[in-house]
């Protein structure tokens, strides 16, 4: 009798079948919403995270992790862990007590690697712009130039801001200088170019549910022999255990071909299996219509806002395509809009620290990148703007 009642009331107080989530269009900052082939794979039956096949999945993540990052790097993985955990992967194992370290600071995301350098030991200097502004290369260089570094650390493109910071320069400086650079590529990967390769950098991290059209949980990333070698010039093991790289390619493997793959963790199979298809359509799409498509999704959703009388906060000079930021004009109150347009299925994200209340931030990333989502979210703005 009893448990017939504790059932009539799980069913009231959760529907039966047990009620879905709510569909949300989702123009935050991440995450974005995902192709319905990366839903799929997440469903796939499960194996075990050493079974022969999933092996096999992890090499392809690999492999397709270095097409989309643009490097030979062998070492390229996705963490199992959300942006901040691949972030934390590489100042905690480049980083050790004393060193030095150099940290662009340009909004929200550069103030947290300063943090990550600091707990990992370093002595941190930090070359700052103005929110909404990027460092001139020539700073980091005035820097150096004062006193040598052993790692420059920079956000490529700063989610709290919307301002993309030039990265490529910034690299040939810390290198003429003896340094090493680390990018924090969270918000760029598979929206606007990224060429580790090309730029040398030897270290970036990123993560899965932005441009790169995954859910949350993952963060790739990507470290060159310069790198790794500081990492083995090491005086003392990484104060981290779970992001040890050195036992964590015990697992991925130390270098390509068969090898003995040591228990690390128990690897997210699941997400690994969505990344791998997301990677898939991003390679399938190719990178540079990828970035374009980032691109004219901007173009057109700019375009609407000036139709609305709505202005952007970041210049046009270093103004980000997947990370729209909007001034929110005098006597509109941001929570209000902001519920309305949730109240129709659709989000977007809020300013942070200082630009709270002052803006929203609209992010146009991956499966949410088009001309159709682009009007979808145009109308709905405008309609909660009208009341
Ligand atoms: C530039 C940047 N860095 C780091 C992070 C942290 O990533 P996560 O929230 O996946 O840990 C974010 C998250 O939005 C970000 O935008």
Redesign the pocket.
Known sequence: MLDMAAKVLHRELTGDPPALPPQRALFG??PANVDPRVSRALAAPLVGHLDPYFLQVMDETMAMLRQVFRTTNHHTIPMS???????ETILLNLLEPGDECVVGVI???GQ??AEMSARAGATVRVVEAALGEVIAPERFEAELQKKPAKLVAL??????TGAWQPVPEVAEIAHRHGALIAI?????LGGVPVEIDQWGIDAA?S????CIGSP?GL?PVTFGPRALAAVRRRRAKPTTWYFDLNALFQYWGESDGPRERAFHHTAPVASIYALREALRLVLEEGLEARWARHGAAHERFADGLQRLGLELFTPATHRLPQ?NVIRIPKGVDDATVRRRLLERGIEIAGGFGPLKGMIWRVGLMGYNATPERVDLLLGALAEALKH
């Open positions: 900052a991440g862990a959300t942006g901040s955990g691949g972030l909004g929200f995301f947290r690697l956000v490529h493109a700063e989610t709290s924090d590529c969270v918000t760029s991290g993560c899965s549910q932005k949350p963060s990370l």
